[in-house]
Each structure stands twice: as structure tokens, then as C-alpha cells.
DNA sequence: CAATAAAGAGAGAACGTTCTCTCTCATTTA
DNA sequence: TAAATGAGAGAGAACGTTCTCTCTTTATTG
């Protein structure tokens, strides 16, 4: 009954310990395991993402996760020491891929088509599924979700001040390059501008556009007469 | 042990019904009993209102209301038959109150001056905190709160829907009076112009602005030239 | 190569806690 | 006195997490 169970001890019988590290290290990047490993933590997310989408963070269960994943508690939690951390990592990602959409910013030449391409591009990841069944516009919904958590949890806090800082700069580096170029004018005040386009993007997903029966092409010539009024002000 | 739970029904030993239920009608509106149970309800509605700022619909717990209530679950429960009913009247309040700001669209002449108007009022009512002590940005929190539930929880989606629908025909009137009066330019789409503005005012919210450091009255420009921007579009 | 040891991976029951909500009974009010 | 009100224990379910054990894969040894 007992005779099996805690004997679990680490041998050792290498004469050269760096020889061992350097295997181990080896194994961990490119071995089978690892890729196994890696497998398995994708699964989980992508179980606990849809999880979340239908629940919310708070609602969505751990049972509901592991039935999702076709994975047994304790094989869940070998892969994610908490509910918590597959939060944290799920907000971090979705995060990270909002921001990513921003990197397009520099290959425009004109500072107005590149925002309104930006806000295309960010109602149009909104408006999309990544991870197969369930509402249409899950994106969103997980990006309120995010969002609500953020207001309570100091780690997803965290997670969305620090992508958020890095869109600010971008968008700051962007729109400081066009006034250079002479395509702002002079007296526009750019942190504003970097804070009104940022809340408008947000409130655009929120509102969710496309749901509300509005074609996403629509929205072009809005985005570029937002975009000419926030930076280019009539008066003052 | 059974003897005294089920049988609570009303006796109603009287001659005259109409006398009574008159009676009872008056008792309801007038009386001591009515004015206690409100008191009582709002007393419910406000510790609730804080826990779920602080904790979020699904994280505060009954326990944590009743304690902020200063109430036992006993009494808590006489006044809300479950924890989804006080969700739903907090959102629907908030909601309201959201609404209610449109009303002023109506007493100014000029269609931008009270666009310009009620994106401050907006703002200015976000950053604020109605009930005590929490953060500054309580309203903008249980804002955020309320959009995430509606994403799961048909009611409190109906309950927003309702209120997002009253706010887009007011918005709606009010720019097909100031288009009739030759303020805004005869090819503007206004269905889209009601729904981005709607979204803009959203996202504000959201962003949270006046807590990132920029004063509300920054703002002002800013949206008056959003409102320029979408009611009267500079090309097509 | 066969035998053996170690570790990895996973299943599923069970843990202690916390959840929402109910029940009983005492107190207050009309 | 009869109805309204409230306190508080606690029922029963669900929660996140851990534990024990089995089975598979990998590494080591003779």
C-alpha cells in the first residue's frame, strides 16, 4: 500500500555535471518532451480562452477548463500552478497581440492612411474568432474581460499598463516623426492626440462595431476624418 | 419542524377587498413600512454597488455585501430574492444615469456645442464616485463591470440594450433636427455618425482619461473637433 | 540487447474552503 | 396579538487545488 509510493529520489551518477546541464538543456529546447510540453500549454490556453469567453474569468470554471481541454485536473496543473496564471497568461498574450497590430504604424509614409489602416486592422482582429467555435466577435469579449480583470487584479494591471506604454511610445514616435516631416501641424498637442486615438480604439471594439450591423468598410472614412481632426485641430 | 415553514399565506380575513388592496396601495406608496423597505433597499444597493467596484460582479460575495450592509444574508434576502436581481438593478441604475445625460442635447441650439457638451458631462460623471469611499473612477469601473456581465448574462445585455437603443434615437432626433436647420452637411451618414460617437464616448470612459493624468477640460477641443470630424465630413 | 531505475504525464477521488441561499427563532412594530 | 423584521446557523453545492496512484517514456546498467 505504501511500499510504492515515496522512494523518488534524483540518482546522479555523473561523474561531469556540466556534461549533464549542457544534455538537459539541450532536451529542454529541441526534445520531444519539450515540444510535448509546449503542446500541452497551448491546449490548455486555447480551452481556457473559449472557457473564459463564455464564462468570464471569474465564471468560468476550473472543471469547465479541464472538460474543455479533455484533461484531467491534475494534468492541468501540471502545466499551470493556478487559475491565476492562466489568466495572467491568456490577458498578456491578447494584449500583446493588440499592440503587435501597431508595428504597421512605420511602413506608411502618410501619418493619416497609417491610422486609419491601425483602426481598420484593430476592428477587424475584434470582430474575429482565433480560436475556433463560439461567438463570432470573441476577440472582443475577451478584451473586456481583460479589461474588467485589470481593474481589480494588480498583475493584469500590470500586463495592460506595460503594453499600453509601449503603444503610447509608438504612437508617439510615429506622429513626433510626422510633425517633423510638416504633415502636423506645429501647435497640435501629440500626447492628447496619442490618448484620444487610443480610447476611440478601445471604445470602437466595446461598442463593436460589425456586431451592430455596420460593415467594417465603413468605417474608413470615419477613421480618416478622426484621424485629421485629432491631429490636424481646425482652430487654436 | 415542518409545522411552521411552509404555511405563510396571506389571511386576508376582510369583506371589502377593494378596500384592502386600496389600502395596501396607499400603505405601499405612503406609509412607514414602504418608506423603511426602500431605505432598506438603497442601504443593499450601495454596500453592493462598493463591493462590486472593489470586487467585481462575480468576485464580491453575498457574505461581503452583507457585511458592507451591515446586514445579516436573512435580513439581506428579505429585500432581494438573489444576488442576480441586485446585478441587474445596479446595472440597470447605471445604465439610467448614463442615459439621463443625454437630456441636456435637447436645450442647446448649436448641434457641436452639445456634442462638445455631453462628451464632458460624460467624462466628468466617469471620474466620479457616487457612493463614498473607493476609488475616484468608481463609476468608470462599474461601467466596465456592467459591459463585461452584459457579455454573458442575457439580462443585463437587455438592459443595456435598452438603454444604448433610447440613446441612439435621442442622438438620432437630434442630429436630423440640426440637419433639417442646415447644421450638418446633407450627405452625412447619421446612423454611423450616432454609433461612432457612441463608441468614442465609450471608449473615454474606458481609457479612463482624466486618470492618466490629463485634465477633463483638455478634453474640450478635442471633442469639438471630433464632432466636426464626423458630422461634417470633409470629403464625400 | 535485456533488465532496471527514474522521471514524466495523466486520471480521478478527495480535500478544505467558500459560495449562494434557506430555515428557525427571537425581537420589534402597529 | 399578529404581522413584519432580522440575526445567524448552516445546508448543500461548487469552487480551486492537491494527493495518490497508474501507465508510458527515457536513460542507465550489466
Not at 556540466?18 to 491546449?43: M, P, T, Y
Not at 469567453?53 to 468560468?60: E, K, L, Q, V, W
Not at 461598442?207 to 470615419?222: D, I, K, T
Amino acid at each position: 500500500m505504501v511500499d510504492q509510493a515515496l522512494p523518488r529520489q534524483a540518482p546522479n551518477v555523473s561523474a561531469n555535471a556540466a556534461d549533464d546541464e549542457h544534455h538537459c538543456f539541450v532536451a529542454k529546447l529541441f526534445g520531444k518532451r519539450a515540444r510535448n510540453r509546449e503542446a500541452q500549454e497551448e491546449r490548455i490556453l486555447n480551452a481556457a480562452t473559449n472557457c473564459f469567453i463564455r464564462s468570464g474569468f471569474r465564471g468560468a470554471s476550473m472543471n469547465e477548463i479541464c472538460s474543455e481541454a479533455g484533461m484531467s485536473p491534475g494534468a492541468l496543473y501540471r502545466y499551470f500552478p493556478s487559475k491565476e496564471a492562466i489568466i495572467e497568461k491568456i490577458s498578456a498574450t491578447h494584449r500583446q497581440e493588440s499592440a503587435e497590430i501597431l508595428e504597421r504604424m512605420s511602413q506608411s509614409r502618410n501619418i493619416v492612411d497609417a491610422i486609419t489602416q491601425v483602426g481598420l486592422d484593430h476592428v477587424k482582429k475584434m470582430s474575429m474568432n482565433d480560436s475556433g467555435p463560439g461567438p463570432r466577435d470573441s476577440s472582443a469579449r475577451l478584451f473586456v474581460e481583460v479589461r474588467a480583470e485589470a481593474m481589480r487584479n494588480e498583475s493584469v494591471a500590470a500586463i495592460c499598463e506595460l503594453h499600453e506604454g509601449l503603444m503610447r511610445e509608438k504612437l508617439l514616435g510615429a506622429f513626433t516623426a510626422a510633425k517633423e516631416r510638416g504633415e502636423i501641424d506645429p501647435v497640435t498637442d501629440l500626447d492628447l492626440a496619442v490618448a484620444t486615438l487610443a480610447a476611440m480604439g478601445e471604445g470602437i471594439i466595446m461598442r463593436n462595431f460589425p456586431a451592430q450591423g455596420l460593415p467594417v468598410e465603413a468605417l474608413e472614412p470615419v477613421f480618416r476624418a478622426l484621424a485629421i481632426a485629432v491631429l490636424r485641430p481646425a482652430n487654436k
